[in-house]
């Protein structure tokens, strides 16, 4: 586990590609996408000192990636965008990153950390529950159609 370089970003994006095509079909995937835009600029991620981007690697091949805003006005880290490539993710690179990230909050005199995880994506879940990371809210959500008239 690394904090992720210049040197990364066309393994970035190949990942992030990864992981935006598996939440198309995933429940609540759709909404997601269109709220979070890709991340376009890697090199302005990498230079935001509120923003910390760590690379998992097996034998030097990027696998997995987390991206953290850590954000004082709300005293907390934000985990933003998180891969684990889907052949490497019995390796314990979702665990080593989310520590990293928690470690980096305490560096940074933040004093809690959350993440978001989609319904029915029971392995992020359980990778932020066994972090001791709990829910602490639900957000439900309906498209309404149009009003007629």
């Not at 190949?14 to 198309?24: F, V």
């Not at 959350?114 to 932020?128: I, M, Q």
Request: hydrophobic share 45%; with cysteine; proline share 3%.
């Amino acid at each position: 586990m690394r904090l992720a370089t210049a040197d990364d970003i066309e393994a970035l994006d190949w990942l992030q590609s990864l992981a935006r095509d598996g939440l198309t079909d995933a429940r609540g995937g759709a909404l997601l996408l269109g709220e979070s835009p890709a991340i376009v600029d890697w090199s302005a991620e990498l230079d935001d000192d509120n923003v910390i981007v760590l690379v998992g690697t097996l034998l030097d091949v990027v696998l997995s990636f987390m991206v953290m805003e850590l954000r004082a006005e709300i005293d907390r880290g934000c985990i933003t965008n998180a891969f684990v490539e889907e052949g490497a993710r019995e390796l314990g690179l979702g665990d080593t990153m989310v520590e990293h990230a928690k470690r980096a909050v305490r560096a940074a005199g933040l004093t809690g950390i959350e993440a978001v995880a989609l319904p029915g994506d029971r392995n992020t879940k359980n990778l932020y529950e066994r972090a001791g990371m709990t829910a602490r809210k639900i957000t439900v959500y309906k498209a309404l159609p149009p009003l007629d008239g």
